[in-house]
C-alpha cells in the first residue's frame, strides 16, 4: 500500500493550491479517505472527509468553505483544493485511507 501527496508548496496569503494524493495498492473506490494537517508545535487536525463513492464530505470548521475535498476514483487519487488561504492554514499535510494507511505528507506554508 502507498499514499503518495503532492502539491504542497508556499504560497501568499489568498492564494490557492492543489494537493494530491494518489494511492496504491489497495481498492482505493472501496475506502473513503481524509485529509489531515499538523502544524509545528500544534496537535495533528483532520481537515476534510470523504466518503467511498466521493457523495458524502466533512470539513473542519477551521477550514469550511475554503478547501473542497474530491476523488477520483479511475485515476486512485483524493484532492484538496485549498482557496483563500492563510497564515494559519500553513503545515504539513497527509492523506489518510480508511484502513488506517499514511502517506509522508506535503508541506504548505502561507506566508507573504
Known amino acids: 500500500v502507498q499514499l503518495v501527496e503532492s502539491g504542497g508548496g508556499l504560497v501568499q496569503p489568498g492564494g490557492s493550491l492543489r494537493l494530491a494524493c494518489a494511492a496504491s495498492g489497495f481498492r482505493f473506490s472501496r475506502y473513503a479517505m481524509r485529509w489531515h494537517r499538523q502544524a509545528p508545535g500544534k496537535e495533528r487536525e483532520l481537515v476534510a472527509a470523504?466518503?467511498?463513492?466521493?457523495?458524502?464530505?466533512n470539513y473542519a470548521d477551521s477550514i469550511k468553505g475554503r478547501f473542497t475535498i474530491s476523488r477520483d476514483n479511475v485515476k486512485n487519487t483524493v484532492y484538496l483544493q485549498m482557496n483563500s488561504l492563510k497564515p494559519e492554514d500553513t503545515a504539513v499535510y497527509y492523506c489518510?485511507?480508511?484502513?488506517?494507511?499514511w502517506g509522508q505528507g506535503t508541506q504548505v506554508t502561507v506566508s507573504s
Open positions: 470523504i466518503s467511498y463513492f466521493g457523495d458524502n464530505t
Open positions: 489518510e485511507s480508511q484502513q488506517g494507511y
